[in-house]
């Protein structure tokens, strides 16, 4: 996976519900019918183009998964995730019943 250099501030003593917010980091992955995903990609936000002929604009064919995220309450502040591993079924279930290629 490919990550770019990207580190957000957030200030020490925040105890804002980060479940909440929407995050400034995009998941970009391209997929080829005949050469299947290529490399994934985490970067910064930005904009992004779409193919006018894109059919989830004309059909609306798409699926969202939700993860749960919480701050920690130890020293470091990290960030904890809940049952990831429900959320990536959940995903991986969604994406079967459209018909999106699953690995």
């Excluded at 959940?90 to 699953?102: E, M, N, Q, T, Y």
């Amino acid at each position: 996976m490919q990550i770019e250099e990207y580190k957000k501030t957030i200030p020490a003593n925040s105890k804002e519900n980060i479940s909440y917010e929407h995050t400034d980091l995009i998941f970009e992955v391209d997929f080829n019918e005949t050469t299947g995903w290529k490399t994934p990609k985490i970067s910064g936000y930005h904009k992004f183009e779409i193919d006018p002929k894109n059919s989830v604009l004309h059909y609306a064919v798409q699926t969202f998964e939700g993860i749960s995220a919480r701050r920690s309450t130890t020293k470091d502040g990290g960030v904890l995730l809940f049952r990831p591993e429900c959320y990536i079924q959940r995903l991986k279930a969604s994406a079967d019943r459209l018909g999106f290629p699953v690995n």
